[in-house]
């Protein structure tokens, strides 16, 4: 068994890459701390969730590469990496994350803008004289 275990989230339009090692539980993003580039609670915890559902808090260190998208988007793509990497060191977790919906990609996405209107659904304002 390997000491290092990799995962890929994406949302939106963020990336984020994610090594897991064993360790103390440090979780560093962008050569950051969580507490420091994640600032709201809310998003701290979504990172967290994985290892809380899994109860394997403290056990592994996190360090993330995240780029693109809002602050939120990152820390939701960042829950699917660490659950995806979580899958590989412990097969036996996928049914744990799979139920709390941590494996599942949020296909939502930015609707284009179509030419002839003023964006994704809005058209411009329509007067008949």
């Not at 990336?15 to 979780?27: F, H, P």
């Not at 995240?66 to 899958?87: C, E, F, H, N």
């Given at each position: ?9 994406r ?5 984020a890459?994610v090594?897991?090692?064993?360790g103390?539980?440090k ?8 507490a ?9 915890c ?6 809380q559902?899994t ?15 809002g ?16 899958i ?7 049914p ?27 058209k ?6």
């Amino acid at each position: 068994m390997a000491d290092l275990f990799l995962g890929t989230g994406r949302r939106k339009t963020s990336i984020a890459t994610v090594t897991v090692v064993s360790g103390t539980g440090k979780i560093t993003v962008n050569d950051k701390d969580m507490a420091e580039y994640f600032y709201t609670n809310a998003m701290q915890c979504e990172v967290q969730l994985p290892f809380q559902l899994t109860s394997t808090e403290g056990k592994f260190d996190v360090n993330a590469d995240v780029k693109g998208g809002g602050t939120y988007a990152q820390a939701d793509a960042m829950k699917l990496a660490i659950s995806r990497a979580l899958i590989q060191i412990d097969l036996n977790l996928r049914p744990t994350l799979s139920k709390a919906s941590c494996l599942r990609r949020d296909p939502r996405e930015k609707e284009r803008k179509k030419y002839g209107q003023r964006g994704a659904r809005a058209k411009f304002q329509f007067s008949k004289r």
